[in-house]
């Protein structure tokens, strides 16, 4: 018996299914790179931007994001079809625990991003969406530096913003490359611009020449004194001006800052009162500088978040109130106007390291810190704080798996 020869649409289809049941990408499809310790940090150095998923294979919210990501991947690549222009790449965590520690990964699908190797402060927490993450890729490839035609412009700068202003002699140059480079990590934090040749000559009497322009009016101009082709000395001055000591906390923010893992010490201000905002800056500045590293200063509106006042028992028109947040409990300034007492704010952040203030709310003052009539309030405070609000910023366990809850018992 003589067998006819397949057809050509009957070979297509089995190709395209032998494909699917091999799990191979079919042509014009992009490949996901999978990194492990030999082939990151080529990969990522080399690449302007890059997206990574760390995952777990068991992870329910891993699987359901592989083919978004994958399709996301496809979108990018048509328009940036330079492979190292824009790279998606994905991590194992369960194979490379080693690089999940590396990077502090603390849920799946966790998606962090990479400029020339360096792994941005902000991970991508939008929408998991094939257009939301192509979007989102198209924010990072524009040119974050706006080029200034005349120094005129200068002053018609948006003052509420935190602006970077650099004046170079050449675009193609080692100092702007490096100034580039920064203004794309920081983007998020400042306004970066940038005055090229003769109309940048009148602010570079000593050559190439960084300037930031604090927020305010009245607030004089800083000026860079370091190496501009130095790039973490570059980079390091510039967080400095961009990242405020004082952070804002918002509802879209909120994850973000939880996710730090550092207690939060509170200022619940209403935005018409410029002065107490004012005031809690001077005194972090000059109580807790030391303290950077072991707690977030934060202010919120009060307005916004009622929610956390009442869970201390307060409410927008005792504001403003100073309270900490240690992810269990929330603990209360006594008084605001104890501010500006030297030490005060800075003990009762002590207080918080030490312990002492949660035994003061479970069993009464410390002994030690006892006064005469003081016994008669000991069954009030001796009672459990009120716990964490802000802990509900956190992350969803709705949206990732959560590795560990784990907090200190402060």
């Known amino acids: 018996m003589k067998l006819l020869p397949t057809s050509p649409c009957l070979q297509g289809c089995c190709v395209g ?11 014009g499809q992009t490949e996901i790179t999978s990194l492990d310790t030999g082939n990151i940090d080529d990969t990522l150095n080399n690449a302007g931007v890059a997206i990574v998923n760390f995952y777990a294979d068991w992870c329910r919210f891993s699987q359901m994001l592989h083919p978004i990501f994958e ?16 790279v998606f790449a994905r ?32 991970e991508y927490r939008g929408q998991r969406s094939v257009t939301a993450i192509a979007d ?33 002699e050449q675009k193609d140059s080692e100092n702007y490359h490096s100034f ?27 050559g190439d020449n960084v300037i930031y ?55 619940f201000h209403v935005k018409e009162d410029p002065e107490s905002l004012e005031n809690f800056q001077h005194e972090v500045a000059r109580q807790l500088i030391s303290e950077k590293g072991s707690i977030n200063f934060l202010h919120a509106d009060c307005e916004k978040f009622r929610h956390p006042l009442l869970h201390i028992q307060k409410t927008p028109a005792d504001c403003p109130v100073i309270a900490i947040d240690s992810f269990r409990h929330m603990y209360v300034f006594p008084d605001f106007k104890d501010v500006a007492i030297p030490g005060k704010l800075r003990q009762f952040v002590l207080d918080l390291h030490s312990g002492k203030l949660h035994r003061e709310f479970h069993h009464g003052p410390d002994p030690t810190d006892s006064t005469p009539g003081q016994e008669e309030t000991v069954g009030e405070l001796a009672s459990s704080p009120p716990e964490s609000s802000f802990q509900k910023l956190a992350p969803s366990e709705t949206r990732y798996t959560i590795l560990n809850r784990d907090r200190d018992e402060l």
């Open 213 to 267: 322009k604090p927020v305010g009016e009245s607030v004089p101009d800083m000026v860079y004194l370091g190496s501009l082709t130095n790039f973490d000395l570059t980079y390091a001055w510039t967080q400095d001006k961009c990242v405020p000591l004082v952070r804002e906390i918002t509802f879209e923010n909120g994850e973000e800052l939880t996710e730090e893992g550092l207690p939060f010490l509170i200022l």
């Open 71 to 86: 399709e996301a991947s496809n979108v990018v690549r048509e328009e940036f079809p330079d492979s190292k222009q824009a």
């Open 136 to 168: 989102f890729i198209r924010s990072q490839k524009i040119d974050p530096v706006k080029e200034l035609q005349s120094l005129e412009e200068i002053a018609t700068l948006d003052r509420s913003k935190r602006n970077i202003i650099g004046f170079f």
């Open 17 to 27: 299914v032998l494909l699917l049941v091999m799990g191979l990408s079919a042509p």
């Open 91 to 122: 991590v194992d965590c369960d194979q490379h625990s080693d690089i999940a520690q590396r990077y502090r990964i603390t849920k799946y699908p966790t998606l962090k991003m990479f400029r020339n190797g360096m792994m941005m402060k902000r």
């Open 180 to 206: 580039e480079k920064v203004a794309n990590i920081l983007r998020d934090d400042c306004s970066f611009m940038a005055v090229f040749g003769a109309t940048s000559e009148p602010e570079r009497f000593s």
